[in-house]
C-alpha cells in the first residue's frame, strides 16, 4: 500500500513537473518570437466586470510595442513611452503628467512587461485549450508568488501556432476581473518618427497644462 502511494504522489508530481516545463517553453517561445519583431501594433477589447459592486465597463484601446517604448491608448487618454519618461495625456482635462516609469506590481501590468512578466514573481500552469475559428488557443495559468499581492491570478491564451497573444484574464482578490481580447495583432508595420515621442511644442502650444512629476 504505502508503495502505491509513493508511486502514486510520483506520478502526479511528474506530471504537475512537466505541465510547468510545458508552460515555461511555451512562454519562452512567446517572448522570443515577440523580441524579435521590430514593433508591434494591437488593437483589444477590454472589459473590466466587478458582480460585487455591480460594475461592468467595455471600451476598446490600442498598442503600439517597439523595444521597450511604448503608445498606450484607452479610456480618453493616450500613454506614451520613450524610454525614459511616461507621458499621460487626457484630452477632456487638457493636461499632460510627465512621470518616471513605475515597477509595476502584480496587479498592475504595464505593456513593457506583458511579454516577459512572467519570468519573476509567478508560478504557472498549463490550462485549458480552447478552439477560436481555426486557431488553437492554449491557457497557461499564472499565480502570483507574494500573498501581499492584489491579484489572485492571471490567465492568459496564447495562439500556439502564429506565437501570438490572444486573451489576457486577470482575476483580483477583490473580485474585480479584466479581460482584454486582442482584436488585431501586426508586427513590423511602417511606424510614423514621432509615434512613440511626445511632441512638447504641440501640447504647449493648444494650451494643455503639462505637470512636472520628474526628478532627473
Given at each position: 500500500?504505502?508503495?502505491?502511494?509513493?508511486?502514486?504522489?510520483?506520478c502526479?508530481?511528474?506530471?504537475?513537473?512537466?505541465?510547468?516545463?510545458?508552460?515555461?517553453?511555451?512562454?519562452d517561445?512567446?517572448?522570443?518570437k515577440?523580441?524579435?519583431?521590430?514593433?508591434?501594433?494591437?488593437?483589444?477589447d477590454?472589459?473590466?466586470?466587478?458582480?460585487?459592486?455591480g460594475?461592468?465597463q467595455?471600451?476598446?484601446?490600442?498598442?503600439?510595442?517597439?523595444?521597450k517604448?511604448?503608445?498606450?491608448?484607452?479610456?480618453?487618454?493616450?500613454?506614451?513611452?520613450?524610454?525614459?519618461?511616461?507621458y499621460?495625456?487626457?484630452?477632456?482635462?487638457?493636461?499632460?503628467?510627465?512621470?518616471?516609469?513605475?515597477k509595476?506590481?502584480?496587479?498592475?501590468?504595464?505593456?513593457?512587461?506583458?511579454i516577459?512578466?512572467?519570468?519573476?514573481?509567478?508560478?504557472?500552469?498549463?490550462?485549458?485549450?480552447?478552439?477560436?475559428?481555426?486557431?488553437?488557443?492554449?491557457?497557461?495559468?499564472?499565480?502570483?508568488?507574494?500573498?501581499?499581492?492584489s491579484?489572485?491570478?492571471?490567465?492568459?491564451?496564447?495562439?500556439?501556432?502564429?506565437?501570438?497573444?490572444?486573451?489576457?484574464?486577470?482575476?483580483?482578490?477583490?473580485?474585480?476581473?479584466?479581460?482584454?481580447?486582442?482584436?488585431?495583432?501586426?508586427?513590423?508595420?511602417?511606424?510614423?518618427?514621432n509615434?512613440?515621442?511626445?511632441?512638447?511644442?504641440?501640447?504647449?502650444?493648444?494650451?494643455?497644462?503639462?505637470?512636472?512629476l520628474?526628478?532627473?
Open positions: 500500500m504505502r508503495l502505491f502511494w509513493s508511486l502514486f504522489v510520483s502526479i508530481l511528474s506530471v504537475q513537473l512537466f505541465a510547468q516545463d510545458q508552460s515555461k517553453v511555451l512562454l517561445r512567446l517572448s522570443q515577440v523580441l524579435s519583431h521590430q514593433n508591434i501594433q494591437i488593437a483589444f477590454y472589459v473590466l466586470d466587478n458582480k460585487d459592486a460594475v461592468q467595455k471600451t476598446a484601446g490600442k498598442l503600439i510595442l517597439k523595444g517604448n511604448y503608445r498606450f491608448e484607452m479610456l480618453g487618454a493616450i500613454q506614451i513611452f520613450d524610454g525614459k519618461k511616461v499621460t495625456i487626457v484630452d477632456d482635462n487638457e493636461e499632460v503628467t510627465v512621470e518616471a516609469p513605475q509595476s506590481d502584480a496587479s498592475e501590468l504595464s505593456p513593457q512587461d506583458l516577459q512578466f512572467y519570468k519573476q514573481g509567478y508560478t504557472y500552469k498549463w490550462d485549458i485549450e480552447q478552439p477560436v475559428g481555426n486557431r488553437k488557443i492554449q491557457y497557461i495559468k499564472l499565480t502570483p508568488i507574494a500573498s501581499k499581492s491579484l489572485q491570478s492571471i490567465l492568459l491564451g496564447i495562439d500556439t501556432k502564429n506565437l501570438e497573444i490572444y486573451k489576457v484574464i486577470q482575476t483580483g482578490k477583490n473580485g474585480t476581473k479584466t479581460t482584454l481580447t486582442v482584436q488585431s495583432w501586426k508586427v513590423n508595420q511602417p511606424l510614423a518618427a509615434a512613440l515621442l511626445f511632441d512638447r511644442a504641440y501640447y504647449t502650444k493648444k494650451g494643455y497644462y503639462i505637470s512636472e520628474w526628478n532627473d
